[in-house]
T-cell receptor, first 119, second 117 residues
Framework: AQKVTQAQTEISVVEKEDVTLDCVYE???????LFWYKQPPSGELVFLIR??????QNEISGRYSWNFQKSTSSFNFTITASQVVDSAVYFC????????????????FGSGTQLTVLP | EPEVTQTPSHQVTQMGQEVILRCVPI?????FYWYRQILGQKVEFLVS????????KSEIFDDQFSVERPDGSNFTLKIRSTKLEDSAMYFC???????????????FGQGTRLTVV
């Protein structure tokens, strides 16, 4: 069975600080997909990134960066120079590979990290 | 950019009543999902749907729940007899494939907040 753990329930930082959100996952599959979603106070789920298990290259997108380490089963998310608008709940999620092209695999979400960026 | 739309955004219903939550997935997508999020908790998978049948379902998705694609555009979640504990945000999502070849994740709608009183 797959599992995603986000040990940090709440994090509070002051604007312009860097912050890292941790994500540790468990899966028996050798092929899987990892995701990060942002949930602002308005409630919608905003897709941030998807990574394949066979691609361990770290990724940077503006102020966001992701560190995928298969050896430690971690997929951490760093926001540099945080801004008040970054305040949200951030979810890490895992999807195992579809059994066949006709099956859709569910996302398993972590419990989320509430990030508060103070002005 | 194409998006998944859900209606209504908020629904209040009395315990025991039936509710239907509606979703319009992205038009060329083939896989459809429902997730729910009880207030302050994690997002939980309910069901996935492909080729007019359920692909996977979770333990939460019991006989009180059903899904349907009544026409070429809508995807609905029905809760037959609502309970207080069904109060949650319900998210619909769609994806072009089952996940193997996608370049992006499933797209989520903005959610329907269901309140059972």
């Amino acid at each position: 069975a797959q599992k995603v753990t986000q040990a940090q329930t709440e994090i509070s930082v002051v604007e312009k600080e860097d912050v890292t959100l941790d994500c540790v996952y468990e899966t028996r599959d050798t092929t899987y997909y990892l995701f990060w979603y942002k949930q602002p106070p308005s409630g919608e789920l905003v897709f941030l990134i998807r990574r394949n298990s066979f691609d361990e290259q770290n990724e940077i997108s503006g102020r966001y960066s992701w560190n995928f380490q298969k050896s430690t089963s971690s997929f951490n998310f760093t926001i540099t120079a945080s801004q008040v608008v970054d305040s949200a709940v951030y979810f890490c999620a895992l999807s195992e590979s579809p059994i066949s092209s006709g099956s859709a695999r569910q996302l398993t979400f972590g419990s989320g990290t509430q990030l508060t960026v103070l002005p | 950019e194409p998006e998944v739309t859900q209606t209504p955004s908020h629904q209040v219903t009395q315990m025991g009543q039936e509710v239907i939550l509606r979703c319009v997935p992205i038009s060329n997508h083939l896989y459809f999902y429902w997730y729910r999020q009880i207030l302050g908790q994690k997002v939980e998978f309910l069901v996935s749907f492909y080729n007019n049948e359920i692909s996977e379902k979770s333990e939460i998705f019991d006989d009180q729940f059903s899904v349907e694609r009544p026409d070429g555009s809508n995807f609905t979640l029905k809760i037959r007899s609502t309970k207080l504990e069904d109060s949650a945000m319900y998210f619909c999502a769609s994806s072009a494939t089952g996940g193997l070849y996608e370049t992006k994740s499933a797209f989520f709608g903005q959610g329907t907040r269901l309140t059972v009183v």
